[in-house]
């Protein structure tokens, strides 16, 4: 495990990802919520980790990411930023704690100070204005679109967005107008890769995917997805890298090798995974 001996490379920052964007390098980002796990990801040279509000699901054993509080959020980022020096940290702000400019700056405090680099808020165009005062206050935003968890209950369930091409202008318009007010990342989920594929194109910030085909700069999973480890059934886009061939040692590191490795030389996400 010649890995274990690697020394970490620089910490990664929107500048790391930007770079990664124009050079082509796809880059890495797994949900996580504790030292343990965080650790382990620095050894595996995970580039982003996003300390993601389905903790409230996979940690808490919530039927949403809903119930979860800010408190919870600041809890779980200074957990993994005190083991994590290598990758770049994004924490969700949970449901309705930037439904105001005040919430949104306070909640975006509160998550700052407890280790997060970029806070992560769910919706479209609405948003702008958030953006705008977050990134005038040195706050970066990576705005989520597509399937957004937080408003499940508009949805009517998790299912596929963007679908159909008024959704699809709907939500490039959405990024246009989130870009030029700031927002520093894009992370679309959910959504055919044609479509996650053109936004890749068409901005110079960095588009993260999860279950949004290859053409995005960045992937994520969740980390107990990603590891086996279900309540509910794994959505498509899911694969288990803990099982996979490409894990050679077989342990939870090996995981996390094998994803970041399958990332960076575009074998994950494969057709199969993707919409
Ligand atoms: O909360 C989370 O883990 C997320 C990912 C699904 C992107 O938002």
Request: glycine letters at 8%.
């Amino acid at each position: 495990m010649t890995y274990l001996a690697e020394k970490p490379t620089a910490p990664t920052t929107l500048s790391t990802l930007t770079k990664f964007k124009k050079t082509g390098e796809k880059f890495s980002c797994l949900t996580c919520y504790d030292a343990s796990f965080a650790h382990l990801m620095e050894l595996a040279k995970i580039d982003a980790i996003l300390i993601g509000d389905s903790l409230g699901m996979v940690v808490q054993g919530q039927a949403s990411t809903l119930p979860v509080a800010v408190a919870d959020m600041v809890y779980h980022t200074a957990n993994v930023a005190r083991a994590n020096q290598h990758a770049l940290i994004l924490t969700d702000l949970p449901f309705m704690s930037y439904a105001t400019i005040h919430d949104a700056i306070v909640s975006s405090r509160a998550v700052m100070q407890a280790g997060a680099n970029v806070v992560k808020i769910e919706g479209g165009s609405e948003l702008a204005p958030i953006v705008e005062i977050l990134a005038k206050n040195g706050v970066p935003t990576c705005v989520h679109l597509g399937l957004t968890p937080q408003s499940v209950n508009v949805f009517g369930g998790y299912k596929v967005q963007g679908k159909t091409d008024e959704q699809a202008d709907r939500l490039i318009k959405d990024c246009e107008i989130l870009v030029n007010a700031g927002a520093s990342i894009i992370l679309l989920e959910c959504v055919p890769a044609s479509l996650a594929t053109i936004v890749t194109q068409q901005f110079a910030v960095p588009v993260i995917g999860i279950g949004a085909g290859a053409g995005t700069d960045g992937q994520v999973l969740v980390m107990h997805d990603m590891l086996g480890v279900h309540t509910r059934k794994p959505a498509r886009f899911v694969k288990d890298f803990l099982k996979d061939d490409g894990n050679t040692t077989g342990d939870i590191l090996g995981a996390f090798v094998n994803y970041h490795r399958s990332v960076k030389d575009g074998s994950f996400p494969s057709v199969e995974h993707s919409f």
